[in-house]
C-alpha cells in the first residue's frame, strides 16, 4: 500500500473505529462536497442528525460553514446535535424548532 493511502489511527482507536470513522465522513464529505456542492452561507437540513452519518454531516456542515439545522426525535438528541455543530433543530415528534441557545420558535 502506497504510503498516501495510509491513516495512522490515534492509539486509542481500534481498526474497527477507524474504518467506520473513515467511511462515515468520507461518505458525508462526498455527499455535502462532490454533490451537493453545500457553500458556506446556505442552510443545511440534517434528517437523522443523532445518528452516525447525522452527526458527521452536522460537523462538516458546520466546518463547511453552512447553518446546520438538525433534526431529531428527542429534545436530547438536539442537544447533542448542537454540541456538534446544529444552529437548530427540529423535534419532528413535536414539529417545533430550536434554537442553539434553546429558544422555541
Excluded at 93 to 101: L, V
Aim: aromatic share 4%.
Amino acid at each position: 500500500m502506497p504510503a498516501a493511502g495510509v491513516i495512522k489511527l490515534p492509539d486509542a482507536a481500534g481498526f474497527d473505529v477507524g474504518a467506520v470513522t473513515l467511511l462515515i465522513y468520507a461518505t458525508t464529505y462526498h455527499a455535502l462536497v462532490d454533490r451537493a456542492a453545500l457553500a458556506a452561507g446556505e442552510k443545511l437540513l440534517v434528517l437523522g442528525a443523532a445518528g452516525g452519518v447525522g452527526i458527521a454531516a452536522c460537523e462538516l456542515g458546520a466546518l463547511l460553514g453552512a447553518h446546520v439545522i438538525a433534526a431529531a426525535s428527542s429534545d436530547d438528541k438536539l442537544v447533542f446535535c448542537r454540541e456538534h455543530g446544529a444552529n437548530d433543530g427540529i423535534n419532528y415528534t413535536r414539529d417545533e424548532t430550536t434554537s442553539r441557545s434553546g429558544s422555541r420558535r
